[in-house]
C-alpha cells in the first residue's frame, strides 16, 4: 500500500515564525504535490515537483517555497507564517507514467496561526 | 485557466436511497476526471475515474457519467450506507499530472 506520511497532524504557530511541513513518501512516486484546504474552496495546489530540485508553482504560491532534496521527500516552507495561512495542508504523490496517475494523499497538517 | 465548480456543496439522503454530485467544468480540452472520497480525519482518496473515451464507468455502488459536449460529469452512489458519509470533490486535468479541484460536496446519509 501506498503510504504518504505528514510530520504533524497537528501545528500552532505565532506570526512571523518560520514553519517547515513535511512529507514522505515509500512508493518512489516522482511527482509530489502540496495543497491547501479550506472550506468552500476545495483543494488549491500551493506548489507541485516532478523530480528531486525540480518545482512548479501552482495556484497560490505566494508566501510558500518548498524543497524536494531526496525523491522521497518534499517540504513545505512558510518563511514568515501570517494568520491567513491557517489551514489544513495536505501532501499527495503520484507516479510519473504516460498520462495522469492517482494522487496519494497523506492525512494532513492542520496548522493554526496566532 | 480551467474552473470546476461542483454541486451540491451539502447533500443529505436516507440509507438506502441514491446520491448524485455533480461537476462542471470550462476547458474543453480537459480529458481525466477523477472523484476522491476524504473521510472524517483523512486525507482525500481516489474512489473512481473516467477518462475522456468512455461515457459512464461504474465499481459496484458507484458510477461516474461523463457528458463532453455539455462539460459535466456526475458521481452517482447508489444504495447509500452511513458509511458513504464523507466528503467527495470532483477534479479534471488535461494532459498534465496537476489536478483541478472542485470544492466539495459533505454527504451525508441518515440511517
Known amino acids: 500500500d501506498v503510504k504518504v506520511t505528514q510530520s504533524s497532524r497537528y501545528l500552532v504557530k505565532r506570526t512571523g515564525e518560520k514553519v517547515f511541513l513535511e512529507c514522505v513518501q515509500d512508493?518512489?512516486?516522482?511527482?509530489m504535490f502540496w495543497y491547501r484546504q479550506d472550506p468552500g474552496l476545495g483543494l488549491r495546489l500551493i506548489y507541485f515537483?516532478?523530480?528531486?530540485?525540480?518545482?512548479e508553482k501552482g495556484d497560490i504560491p505566494e508566501g510558500y517555497s518548498v524543497s524536494r532534496e531526496k525523491k522521497e521527500r518534499f517540504s513545505l516552507i512558510l518563511e514568515s507564517a501570517s494568520t491567513n495561512q491557517t489551514s489544513m495542508y495536505l501532501c499527495?504523490?503520484?507516479?510519473?507514467?504516460?498520462?495522469?496517475?492517482?494522487?496519494?494523499f497523506g492525512p494532513g497538517t492542520r496548522l493554526l496561526v496566532l | 485557466g480551467e474552473n470546476v465548480e461542483q454541486h451540491p456543496s451539502t447533500l443529505s439522503v436516507q440509507e438506502g436511497d441514491s446520491a448524485v454530485i455533480k461537476c462542471t467544468y470550462s476547458?474543453?480540452?480537459?480529458?481525466?476526471f477523477p472523484w476522491y472520497k476524504q473521510e472524517l480525519g483523512k486525507g482525500p482518496q481516489l474512489i473512481i475515474d473516467?477518462?475522456?473515451?468512455?461515457g459512464e464507468k461504474k465499481d459496484q455502488r458507484i458510477a461516474v457519467t461523463l457528458n463532453k459536449t455539455a462539460k459535466h460529469f456526475s458521481l452517482h452512489i447508489t444504495e447509500t450506507q452511513p458509511e458513504d458519509s464523507a466528503v467527495y470533490f470532483c477534479?479534471?486535468?488535461?494532459?498534465?499530472?496537476?489536478?483541478?479541484f472542485g470544492t466539495g460536496t459533505r454527504l451525508q446519509v441518515f440511517p
Open positions: 499527495a504523490s503520484s507516479f510519473l507514467g504516460v498520462r495522469v496517475e492517482t494522487q496519494y
Open positions: 512508493m518512489d512516486h516522482e511527482n
Open positions: 515537483s516532478y523530480d528531486v530540485k525540480m518545482k
Open positions: 476547458d474543453s480540452a480537459s480529458n481525466y
Open positions: 473516467i477518462r475522456s473515451n468512455v
Open positions: 477534479a479534471v486535468s488535461y494532459n498534465t499530472d496537476k489536478l483541478i
